[in-house]
């Protein structure tokens, strides 16, 4: 019989319980919930209070902090970490290596590069949606 928790120690000595994901084995705080349709890979780690939608996926090394909400259909590379009481939209992209701070907003669909650094508080916008066309941008009809 498995254990149901793994006990892991901080640097600063304090120990959390997580559990293994089902959809790849990946770490989940007790406190954090995952969508059962997300993968989350093995050395994924997910931190208490944080919440993640269904259908994403977490890629190897990534660390989701405390509180951070991803909505339905992200993708998150490898070893990116996503800050405390960040956020995340509809199918938004995050490429590896990439650095999302604390209480950062991605909007819903935006595409985060490889290799960048979104400051504390900052907002990413996801694409333009196209407006529907107006009677006035159809010109007169001769």
């Not at 994924?44 to 993640?52: C, F, L, M, Q, R």
């Not at 990116?80 to 199918?91: D, E, F, N, P, R």
């Amino acid at each position: 019989m498995s254990k149901v928790f793994e006990e892991i120690e901080s640097r600063a000595g304090e120990i959390a319980k997580y559990r293994r994901h089902r959809n790849g084995r990946g770490f989940v705080a007790q406190t954090a919930t995952v969508d059962p349709t997300t993968y989350l890979e093995p050395t994924a780690y997910v931190e208490p209070g944080a919440h993640i939608a269904g259908r994403g996926w977490i890629g190897a090394g990534s660390w989701i902090d405390r509180d951070a909400i991803l909505a339905a259909g992200v993708f998150i590379g490898a070893n990116v970490h996503v800050g405390a009481g960040a956020a995340i939209g509809v199918g938004a992209e995050i490429g590896s290596h990439t650095r999302i701070g604390a209480k950062a907003s991605i909007g819903a669909g935006a595409r985060v590069a490889r290799d960048s650094t979104i400051p504390t508080g900052a907002v990413v916008d996801g694409p333009q949606r196209a407006r529907a066309p107006r009677k006035s941008d159809m010109g007169r009809a001769a």
